[in-house]
């Protein structure tokens, strides 16, 4: 695991715990701190790894603080921050990868991470409860 832990030293990689309440404030908050990198509203995308028709899936937001976000096939899509679904996102890349709703996995987690953490190109961030991320033995090592 050596590449991964010097992926987390240099901010490539970020595994950020939070409550159940905090977490869309969370994702807010990385949102922010890469766009401050430089990055572009239309440099990234927020993956759920849960399907579009669990109700608590993030997609189902219109926006994440002041931020509009929308799905890979809306008009703007390529103006905007994308937020969407792993199995929807297969296949595409952004920049910038933010991963959540681990929490409401209840089956093939290992499939549908693959598929949502090899999106990004250059950054990636998996924010989830405290519970979830200890339950992966990968991501408890480098939760923040």
Do not use: W
């Amino acid at each position: 695991m050596p590449l991964i832990e010097e992926a987390v030293r240099k901010n490539v990689i970020r595994v950020v715990s939070s409550s159940e309440q905090n977490l869309l404030s969370k994702v807010e908050n990385e949102i922010e701190r890469l766009l401050e990198s430089g990055l572009q509203p239309n440099d990234i995308v927020i993956i759920s790894v849960r399907g579009k028709n669990e109700e608590k899936n993030i997609m189902h937001h219109k926006k994440i603080g002041s931020r509009e976000i929308v799905p890979e096939t809306h008009a703007n899509a390529d103006s905007q921050i994308i937020c969407d679904t792993f199995l929807r996102f297969k296949g595409l890349q952004k920049p910038a990868v933010i991963v959540t709703d681990l929490r409401l996995v209840s089956s093939s987690y290992q499939k549908r991470m693959h598929v949502a953490i090899s999106r990004a190109q250059s950054v990636l961030s998996i924010i989830s409860i405290e519970s979830e991320i200890r339950k992966d033995p990968t991501l408890a090592n480098f939760s923040e």
